[in-house]
């Protein structure tokens, strides 16, 4: 049972980060109707997704959770803008979620984003949007750090440092040197003249 839960919410997850990425897609502008049409089909899934989590945590009847007033829905929307993650206010409004777990949501978010610039700055092969589509899992902060800890490792195993020279592939490198050496020598003391 908690397994089917699990993947009820996994499954809400991806259907509200569809959401999230079709208002950002459309921001400053008016969705196409293919993007309107896959946004509304993605908050029916969400919608549908709620009930069946309901259902699978024992309610017998579907109740919303939290009501939102026009206020509240629009200081999420502000926390989401001034956080830096304007998409997920499509993802934390759809879920209903209060005000004071919206603040602990964007923050969260807002760090995770840090952690990934930041890791970036030394391998810029990590994607941009890592801290997102792990939050999007359902991943947290730590599990995100954790990750950026183990792609970093990784990059530093493969690169080889050394403190020395290496040798000349050919092994004629100290021969070729000790000959030039002794040319140079010859020249200054007279004993060659150039050619």
Known sequence: MAADLAALRRDRAKASAVMSELVAAARGRSM????SSKFE?????V???DGEI????GKTTVETATTLTRVDAAEIARLCVTGGVP???ATLLAEGVSVEDAKKRVAAAGEAANLVALARTKDPSIPVDLATTMLAEGKGVEDIRVALFDKLVAGE?????T?????DASGSAGAAAATASMER????AGLKKDA
């Open 41 to 45: 089909t993605a908050a029916a899934d």
């Open 157 to 161: 195993a493969k690169t080889e440092i």
């Open 47 to 49: 919608a549908r997704l």
């Open 87 to 89: 998409t997920m206010a």
């Open 185 to 188: 020598e010859a020249k200054r």
């Open 54 to 57: 309901t259902a699978a945590e």
């Open 32 to 35: 196409t109707d293919d993007e």
């Open 163 to 167: 403190s020395h020279i290496p040798p």
